[in-house]
């Protein structure tokens, strides 16, 4: 990786988690005995950018928090990674967003109160420009308003930049957004759902070609414990799993497609950038809590993982 820093923004989420721990989940209905409680900063965007901060990049955030003490707690979260923060505004109108995470087994489930987030508005963006001219890539999700994500998605290509799409919580998504895309991250029920296609493992590629087909640059679909594949032009590839022993996957995808923004900032090729975006999220599984959870540099670079299957 090239001796400048990567230089990533951010245009997305802010939540306060309340991550809730069981021994299994409640059937409907039905109440279960929990063994702990947390409140960890968390959102999409902000555990990006913590996570891009951490891996060394100069990082902007452009967001929005109510005025709330869980508001607070987010901003102070993210200055203490690092991550620049002016671009973040703060509301009276609305309450801080909030993700309720229940835990158990190593898995998880999630319901996110938008709150605040559903106030980051394209002006937000045109505001942040200067932030974002002075980045190499803008990374987006679908956590915020999609007239906002869509704004964000055109100025970085009026500025020249390459824009990565973590296409999560799924949902249907305009042409001209895939258009915009360079690369694009969905999960493998995220690309069903985009692709309207079944992406099985006989049927992947078939799926990811339909994403292909509509503009993007390229798919890179990621796959949990079997890895992640790749599909562009130069063609289909795997790219090999870490394993560890997982504690949370809370913020796995989103250490991923940090991890993923900042090797593309530093001129990593796509299949090298997709292998250092995998250590980045298997590290971060080994540890509760997503932002608390996200790896340095160090570690990263460190991190070989064992055992690790061979590119098919």
Known sequence: MKERPARVAVIGSLNMDVVVQTSRPPQMGETVLGEAVHFIPGGKGANQAVAAARLGAHTEMIGSVGCDPFGQSLLESLQKSGVETTAVKTVSTAPTGVASIQLSG?????????????????????????????VDVVLLQLEIPLETVMAAARTAKELGKKVVLNPAPAR??????????????????????????????????????????????????????????ILSAEGFRRVAVHPVDVVDTTGAGDAFNAGLACALSEGLELAEAVDYAG???????????????????????????????DDK
Do not use: W
Request: include cysteine; charged fraction near 30%.
């Open 279 to 309: 250590r980045v999220a298997a590290l971060a599984v080994t540890r509760l809590g997503a932002q608390e959870g996200m790896p340095t540099r160090r570690e990263v670079e460190d991190f070989h993982g064992t055992e690790r299957k």
């Open 106 to 134: 190593g898995d998880n489930s999630i319901i996110v109160v938008p709150g605040a987030n559903s106030h980051c508005l394209p002006e937000d963006v045109e505001a942040g420009r200067e932030r974002i001219a002075g």
């Open 172 to 229: 249907e998504l305009p042409g001209e957004l895939y258009r915009l895309a360079d690369v694009i991250t969905p999960n493998r029920s995220e690309l069903e759902l985009l692709s309207g296609h079944p992406a099985q493992e006989e049927e992947l590629a078939e799926a990811m070609q339909v994403l292909l087909d509509k503009g993007v640059g390229c798919v890179v679909t990621t796959l949990g414990e079997e890895g992640a594949a």
